[in-house]
């Protein structure tokens, strides 16, 4: 499709809604005028997402072509359908009239816009296309990482959209492959590796525990890091371990349920000891 092509057809579209919406703008009042640039607003609203799918990569510029033609088209129709229910109401014959001329005349034009799309354009164009499913923006992240398989950013967006989608246990993968690859810990990308490991089902096993002590070494308050290393030491039998973390845990900036939460399992802990071992720990 050439440029000059490409202007014209969006100046064809325009010129016809110009032409639908001036009858409306002079005869329209009150409810009718209100519902006309709520009509305009939602049309320019959704201008605006397609405007955004093309930054974000959901959709190409053909596609966004196609979505705005579409809308326009439907924007007319709205548009047409209220002139309609107001000259029934009102029983203007000569503004009907009026409007089944402008009808004729929009629908000429978007006749010789279609025409000279399907010469010069692809004639499938003119189709109405579905964004993008889950599942394909999920495959052409992946064909990304593949091609480019040390881009980080990459990486991570396919992690947050598998995490999303419930694989948690290619989130867990695909989080490891960063975190390997970095230089210096990220605490949270550490905590996210270890947090998607546990929802595929591998428990707080020695790799597990693993991910959350390298988080912990690098950001010795992170509470989550804190809260998983001491259940891990309270399943193994370790009570001193469990508490010395959880102590930590409590001197760290907590929610109120949190702080309780973690109350009630030191607590536990502590009331299951040896009278001697407990007698050194104090109900906070």
């Not at 064809?12 to 110009?18: D, N, P, S």
């Not at 009718?32 to 320019?44: L, Q, T």
């Not at 359908?81 to 000569?94: C, L």
């Not at 509470?223 to 039998?237: F, I, R």
């Amino acid at each position: 499709m050439t440029i000059e092509f490409a202007v014209a057809s969006t100046l064809l579209v325009g010129l016809c809604i110009v032409c639908l919406i001036w009858p409306l703008w002079r005869h329209s009042t009150g409810a009718d005028e209100r519902r006309r640039h709520a009509n305009i607003e939602i049309y320019r609203q959704r201008y605006g997402e397609i405007e955004r799918a093309v930054g974000l990569g959901r959709l190409s510029q053909d596609q966004a072509k196609r979505e705005k033609d579409r809308i326009g088209r439907q924007l007319l129709s709205e548009l047409d359908t209220d002139s309609k229910e107001k000259n029934a109401a009102a029983g203007q014959g000569g503004f009907r009239g009026a409007w089944r001329a402008l009808g004729m005349a929009g629908g000429l034009i978007v006749t010789v816009a279609a025409g000279g799309y399907a010469w010069q354009g692809d004639g499938h164009a003119l189709q109405q296309v579905d964004m993008p499913s889950v599942e394909r923006q999920l495959q052409r992240l992946q064909d990304q990482v593949r091609s480019h398989p040390k881009a980080q950013d990459l990486r991570l967006r396919l992690a947050m959209a598998e995490k999303q989608h419930g694989e948690y246990a290619a989130a867990a993968h695909n989080l490891r492959r960063i975190n390997d690859q970095r230089a210096a810990a990220i605490p949270s990308l550490l905590v996210g590796e270890a947090e998607m490991r546990l929802a595929a089902g591998s428990g707080l096993n020695r790799e597990v525990r693993s991910v959350f002590a390298r988080a912990l070494a690098a950001d010795p308050g992170n509470t989550k890091a804190l809260w998983y290393l001491g259940l891990a030491a309270s399943e193994a039998g370790d009570a001193r371990q469990a508490l010395g973390y959880w102590e930590r845990l409590l001197k760290q900036p907590l929610s109120d349920s949190v702080r309780a939460k973690v109350r009630s399992r030191r607590d536990l802990l502590i009331d299951n000891m040896p009278v001697s071992a407990a007698s050194d720990y104090k109900t906070k």
